[in-house]
């Protein structure tokens, strides 16, 4: 009786691995900061990557007809222009640190599909008046 | 005053010493007196606890900023009803809550047990004071609840708006509720297996409050899902994020604990299965505060610069190994569930869902850890997208839902041929049928399948409602009605977990449609213009500046109509917070039982010369359907926690 149970929890571990293993693949993504992305470039060209930075203050331009939204993200010194067609989210703007998934495109503009903000620190220093 | 708080805990800390000693020596000296003395500890702990609480309520409420935990997430315009949120705001606010939230159940459990079961209950008060106490020390020693600034400020720095609304008051409350009952539940289950003896009391309250923590854990989690599809503006209400996934975890395990202890009568509870499940129910609760506190990064929400995740992951060590020691001192004891039943019986059907469900927790446990751990050992650094969740958790979700409706058609210990009605056999063939049908023609899509595979159990239990009902009319003669309410009376068990499993499947049918048949439009208006989504069309009336001394508002009027006929005015806004620095939208959202409007405004230029405005429109399918079964999670709870010992599990009518 035990035999036919572990049997039968035996095809579904065997069925959930496969499902596993069938999402591993894109939906996994390189979790880098901007340097390391350029340091990487070769290696990281075609893949899906995370990039980790900053949004550097004066390059965020906002075309409202076509809603779309471009901006620099920078850090460790460099620039990455990203190009995300959609809104800008709630807590955008010049020095939010923000993660964006998407692909570097051939022409130097990485192609965000998804834009994270970094939920702002609820420890802030205070003022003490 | 505030020095009394500190001084009410580490008392409190004292008296929890005191009573994890005396609980043990108590029992294995067999001394009355002693025993009493650690259960009068437990109500003393609680008493102090509750002191503390006062006392930093009443700091938050007056506003005293000498406080840090006060100034740090209170302000003076801070509407009083979120003052309480601003407790559990703060890192060791959460914690300290949730401890007093463990005493309080502490207590009432050892006023419900009365003098019954001394022994066990006693060991389950040792346990108790044991938890109690490493909370406590977390909010005395690790971090002082109670600091206090050199100077007081004048104002302190605020809620984060996102969190000034309904849900995120009651929100944590309703999973720290969740979690201190599955710390009852964990204590009761081990103090059981250290005395291997567990009569009618202990089952009964071991069992209502299992049933009450896995249902304020289930609406939790329903309602963390309400705030961020109303509040976070994104219009989705699920992520996978890591701290969402840390309140659903252990409450997955604690389904499978519950359906665990459903199948054994009282003579089994030495089962290896409910054990362990229970254990890890609750060492999954204490994984939620070392996700939410920083122990797995997440984005999206949690706490930041918090001590605590070593010492709660040092916990979680400790609780597994003296479990599994206990559980190796116990093993000639332990029942052979499942010895004299059919492959196709209840018992194996309740066991195979529960293999499923810890299968299910540890995909999301994989996906959730795997970041961190292949950092840690020096792998990349990388990052796991939603749709490792979507896609290997969706498929597992369904079979569930699948399983939910076969179940009741085996019979205990009997096999499914003999029990199983001629008309399920059909409709099981019926889903086959439509599936290949799909698959073959490729008219529709697979989600058509998925409807049918809900109604399988919808079918299934009320047929089994139908039978009851007319079996019962049989007997005595009575009523439709009466027959009808007096089957559910004498199976209250049975009929409030029927009408769980209706609330999971009108969940899951609207989580399907709102995840696959929605629609979404983005697109930038000047005054006058229209967009259409769905079926509405929103014609961009006119936008209306606020001021006032907390923010600055842009609130636009949007008129929706179908088919040229007027049907609402919704009004998103998009705000600037002076305190904050930043800007949050309140989205509008129009929800009537077939789908959801949700209009947010995602960009204006708060100016009166150019009123151009960036609206974000989705039309999201039986969303309400997702909180309404939240609603049967609430009755069927209800109903099931007030079953009593007198009729064995599985007794039909």
Request: aromatic share 14%; hydrophobic share 50%; proline share 3%.
């Amino acid at each position: 009786m035990k035999k036919r149970l572990l049997i039968g929890g035996g095809i579904i571990l065997i069925a959930v691995i496969y499902l596993l293993y069938l999402s591993f693949g894109s939906s996994v993504s390189y979790y880098v900061t901007v340097s390391e992305f350029y340091d990487r470039i070769d290696e990281l060209l075609d893949s899906n990557v995370r990039l980790a930075g900053n949004v550097a203050d004066g390059s965020i331009e906002w075309d409202a007809g076509e809603v779309e939204l471009a901006f620099n993200l920078t850090e460790g010194g460099r620039d990455m222009p990203v190009v995300y067609h959609g809104a800008q989210p709630s807590g955008f703007k010049a020095g939010s640190t923000i993660l964006v998934e998407g692909k570097y495109g051939s022409d130097g503009i990485f192609q965000a599909s998804q834009l994270i903000l970094k939920c702002p620190s609820k420890y802030e220093s205070i003022d003490i008046e | 005053m505030t020095e009394a708080g500190r001084i009410a805990l580490i008392i409190a800390l004292a008296v929890a010493a005191f009573s994890i000693i005396t609980s043990i020596v108590g029992v294995r000296t067999e001394s009355a007196r002693l025993v009493k003395a650690a259960r009068n500890g437990i109500l003393v702990i609680f008493g102090l606890y509750t002191l503390a609480l006062a006392i930093i309520l009443y700091a938050f409420f007056t506003r005293d900023y000498a406080l840090t935990i006060v100034a740090e997430h209170a302000s003076n315009d801070l509407p009083s009803l979120y003052t309480l949120s601003a407790l559990y705001a703060d890192k060791a606010g959460s914690m300290f809550f949730w401890g007093w939230l463990i005493s309080l159940f502490a207590a009432l459990l050892v006023l419900q047990a009365g003098s019954n079961e001394r022994r066990t209950v006693s060991y389950a008060v040792g346990i108790l004071a044991v938890i109690e106490a490493f909370y406590i020390a977390l909010v005395t020693f690790k971090v002082n609840i109670f600091e206090v600034y050199p100077s007081s400020p004048a104002d302190g720095f605020g809620l984060n708006p996102l969190l000034q609304n309904f849900g995120m008051l009651i929100h944590p409350p309703l999973l720290y509720i969740g979690f201190a009952g599955f710390a009852l539940a964990f204590a009761m289950v081990i103090a059981a297996f250290i005395t291997r003896d567990a009569g009618a009391v202990w089952n009964n309250l071991m069992r209502r409050w299992t049933v009450f923590a896995w249902c304020v854990l289930g609406i939790g989690n329903l309602v963390g899902m309400w705030w961020s599809y109303n509040e976070l503006g994104w219009g989705g209400y699920w992520a996978w994020d890591p701290v969402e996934n840390a309140g659903l975890m252990p409450w997955l395990l604690g389904t499978a604990f519950l359906h665990s202890i459903a199948v054994w009568g009282r003579r089994d509870f030495m089962n290896v299965w409910s054990f362990c499940l229970v254990v890890f129910t609750f060492v999954f609760t204490l994984l939620s505060p070392f996700i939410t506190h920083g122990g797995i990064e997440s984005p999206l929400h949690g706490f930041y610069g918090s001590p605590f995740p070593p010492f709660i992951l040092g916990a979680m060590i400790i609780v597994i190994i003296a479990s599994m020691v206990l559980l190796y001192l116990r093993r000639s004891d332990l029942t052979k569930a499942g010895k004299h039943t059919s492959l196709l019986s209840r018992e194996n059907a309740f066991l195979l869902t529960d293999i499923i469900l810890v299968v299910l927790v540890c995909v999301i446990l994989i996906g959730t850890v795997l970041p961190r751990v292949v950092e840690a050992l020096g792998g990349a650094k990388i990052a796991i997208d939603r749709s490792f969740f979507d896609r290997t958790c969706g498929p597992i979700m369904l079979l569930l839902v699948f399983i939910m409706g076969v179940c009741p058609l085996f019979g205990w210990g009997k096999s499914v041929w003999k029990h199983a009605g001629r008309n399920i056999i059909f409709y099981i063939l019926a889903l086959i049928v439509v599936s290949v049908a799909i698959i073959l023609t490729r008219i529709g899509n697979w989600y058509i399948a998925v409807v049918v595979l809900c109604g399988l159990p919808l079918f299934v239990i009320f047929r089994e409602w139908w039978r009851g009902t007319a079996a019962r009319r049989k007997s005595t003669g009575k009523n439709c009605v009466s027959a009808f309410f007096a089957v559910i009376n004498a199976n209250r068990a049975r009929y409030g977990g029927m009408l769980a499993h209706i609330g999971i499947v009108i969940i899951t049918l609207g989580i399907i449609a709102s995840s696959f048949y929605n629609v979404e439009k983005t697109a930038t208006l000047e005054i006058g213009e229209s967009m259409s989504a769905g079926k509405y069309t929103l014609s961009y009336n006119e936008l209306v500046f606020k001021q006032d001394s907390v923010r600055i508002s842009a609130v636009a009027d949007m008129q929706v109509s179908v088919d040229g006929k007027p049907l609402a005015v919704m009004r998103p806004s998009y705000a600037y917070w002076f305190s904050h620095d930043d800007i949050f939208a309140e989205v509008a959202v129009r929800t009537t039982a077939a789908e959801d409007l949700f209009v947010s405004l995602v960009w204006t230029d708060f100016d009166p010369a150019d009123k151009a405005a960036t609206f974000r429109v989705l039309v999201n399918p039986l969303v309400v359907w997702i909180w309404t079964g939240g609603a049967f999670f609430l009755v069927g709870g209800a109903l099931a926690i007030t079953w009593r010992e007198k009729q064995p599990a599985g007794v039909e009518e």
